[in-house]
């Protein structure tokens, strides 16, 4: 039945044109003005794309016409600062292959694959932009045969359009290379599905055109995925064209296309998602003088038009034109028809709502092509945390940021953890806490990176911190006490505790001298030669012969690893021989600040005695300094 009704369709059409014969009028040179009226001379942010779709009735029918709209998009396609004509499918009007995926040379009903009158009209009428180095791209709709198998005993010869200038992907990759603002990107299935990409408004766009119920295409190794997660595009916006997707009424009609589509996009059964696809368009549907545009709950638009139906079988001699004005991140839709023009002009615009509509915030791009990214402090020592925070396109950005450390010298992973490896923007903003937890040598610098996963409106990006991990202060507490007589010998036990970042190492032991900086291996005094003990849990112990003096300092000196800076504590006892006690601590560690900050020493309880010594010291220097000057200045005085 549906076979009888296309051909009884078929018969009414070309009676009607065989009534009607249509004059074609050759098209003028390049226009000044756009009738888009959106469209602002010379501006830098305002651009165009044309759209055309089911022209099927005019290969058949009337070719000329087919070519006037052409001819029509070329005088007009410089003055509406183009970027690229699509066309949705249906070129032709072969009878539909039911599935639309594969078939052989049977099902395109005895068409010529390289002599067809049908693809013939519609690869002159194509050609126009060709020959003009005029970018586009198309989709193969039911109409347009389909692809067969190829090899030993196929009856398939492959697609047929790719047999035609127009339609070859080879020859329309060679001609990208005169294209401007556009690039060829690829195509599959011998041309039944192509993709460009092109740019305006300084913004880059990538536009995906899928066959007729292109279900294979969408699958998760497909042709479609593989475009739409390769690195090359991830900061672009992408549009969605294909034959077949939704009706005059948001409905559709394939069981399983416009379903896996739609879950390819949002994201489903454990699919990604695409958040930068933000419009998609499509034709098929041919109910007189109808079109249809919603958004989606996700914020994507979705557009369908098709006047093949209208007037007496030429109305697809109608173009669409989508002005962007990328400054506000709206699309302005206007609509044209080529066919049926008043007295004087060469188009007559449709203003009903089907046609002429804007979409407001449609596509908006980050102004910054990084989402900054702050740490604080900027100077961190191991093993403390430091507040990093992602802000970034005002309280619209939505979505989800990711974290992650590296080492900025090799971007190797950074040793460290994140309070959580992602947070949820709110109001543009999120943050997460981060702590070193080993520092590099000798560049001790770490990146830290916000990935941003894009959301409804805004295009996926990144931002970076710089972090300088310092070594941990560490500091020395070490107390020496009297053990019990053994063999006529008194002996003493010291102990050292260090804190810091989980230190480890050796702490050595000395005797305080009486100047500055002299202290005195205990082995010269006749001590154990075991001069230094292992840190476990960051504490060690030593033994020794206690010493003979009334009162002696012994210092405990850590020299670092590779996490904490060194440090060292003071021991004292007194009358060790009496076996009476007193212990006191202290540590010395030098700190690393940043470049504008002072360094400090933590005395962890007072200053020891080779400290007190260099004060009395540069005391008696100075005091002796002043005397000299004083008697110089008299004897000058006296001589004079």
């Given amino acids: 039945m549906k076979a009888i009704a296309l051909l009884a369709l078929s018969l009414m059409v070309c009676s009607i044109l065989s009534q009607n014969p249509i004059s074609v009028q050759a098209i003028s040179s390049p226009a000044s003005r756009c009738p888009a009226p959106q469209v602002t001379s010379g501006s830098t942010t305002t651009f165009s794309l044309f759209w055309i779709t089911d022209t099927q009735y005019l290969s058949e029918y009337n070719s000329g016409l087919f070519k006037n709209t052409t001819q029509w998009i070329a005088k007009y396609y410089a003055a509406c600062n183009g970027r690229m004509v699509v066309h949705t499918g249906d070129i032709v009007n072969t009878p539909p292959n039911v599935g639309g995926q594969t078939c052989t040379r049977t099902d395109d009903f005895g068409s010529q694959w390289t002599s067809d009158p049908q693809w013939t009209a519609a690869s002159q009428a194509m050609t126009v932009l060709l020959d003009a180095n005029i970018p586009y791209t198309w989709d193969a709709g039911n109409h347009d045969g389909c692809l067969g198998s190829i090899g030993p005993g196929s009856l398939g010869d492959g697609w047929i359009g790719r047999n035609y200038a127009a339609f070859n992907p080879s020859i329309l990759q060679n001609a990208s290379l005169n294209w401007v603002n556009a690039k060829w990107v690829g195509s599959d299935n011998e041309g039944m599905n192509t993709a460009v990409s092109f740019s305006g408004g300084g913004q880059n766009f990538l536009l995906v055109n899928i066959q007729y119920n292109g279900v294979n295409e969408l699958a998760g190794n497909g042709w479609v995925q593989r475009l739409l997660s390769d690195p090359s595009y991830a900061g672009y916006h992408v549009i969605i064209a294909t034959h077949d997707f939704i009706n005059n009424l948001g409905g559709t009609d394939l ?308 996490n904490n800076q060194g440090s060292s504590g003071l021991a004292k006892l007194t009358n060790a021989t009496t076996k009476t006690t007193t212990t006191t601590t202290t540590s010395t560690t030098a700190t690393t600040t940043p470049p504008t900050s002072s360094s400090t020493t933590d005395s962890g309880g007072g200053l020891g005695i080779s400290d007190f010594l260099l004060q009395i010291s540069i005391a008696i220097m100075v005091a002796a300094a002043i005397v000299a000057s004083y008697i110089l200045v008299r004897r000058t005085n006296h001589t004079h």
């Fill in 255 to 562: 069981p399983d296309f416009p379903a896996s589509l739609t879950c390819m996009i949002d994201g489903c059964n454990g699919q990604k998602g695409y958040p930068n696809v933000f419009l998609t368009l499509n034709g098929h549907f041919h109910l007189e003088d109808q079109g249809y545009h919603a958004e989606t709950a996700s914020g994507r638009y979705e557009l369908m038009f098709n006047r093949q139906d209208d007037e007496e079988g030429n109305g697809a001699a109608t173009v669409t034109i989508l002005t962007f004005e990328a400054g506000i991140g709206r699309i302005y839709v206007n609509t044209f028809d080529i066919n049926n023009p008043p007295p004087g002009k060469d188009n007559a615009p449709l203003s009903s709502p089907s046609y002429e509509y804007q979409l407001d915030e449609s596509f908006r791009l980050n102004q910054s092509s990084e989402i900054p990214v702050t740490c604080v402090p900027s100077y961190v020592q191991v093993g403390l945390p430091v507040t990093c925070s992602a802000e970034g396109g005002g309280s619209s950005l939505t979505g989800g940021v990711t974290w992650s450390s590296s080492d900025a010298a090799e971007g190797a992973a950074a040793p460290g953890s994140f309070s959580d490896t992602s947070c949820t923007l709110v109001t543009g903003a999120c943050s997460v806490t981060y702590t070193p937890t080993e520092r590099y040598d000798p560049t001790p610098m770490v990146m830290i990176t916000a990935s941003y996963a894009g959301g409804s409106h805004n295009l996926p990006s990144y931002g970076t911190a710089s972090l300088n991990v310092s070594l941990a202060t560490s500091k020395v507490n070490a107390s020496c006490t009297l053990t019990p007589v053994i063999a006529a010998s008194t002996m003493i036990v010291c102990r050292a505790r260090v804190t810091g970042y989980l230190p480890t190492g050796n702490v050595t032991w000395s005797k305080e001298g009486l100047g500055v900086g002299a202290e005195t291996p205990l082995s010269m005094l006749g001590y154990s030669a075991a001069l230094r003990c292992v840190l476990s849990n960051g504490s060690c112990s030593l033994t020794m012969t206690a010493p003979t003096s009334e009162t002696v300092a012994i210092i405990a000196a850590y020299l670092g690893d590779s």
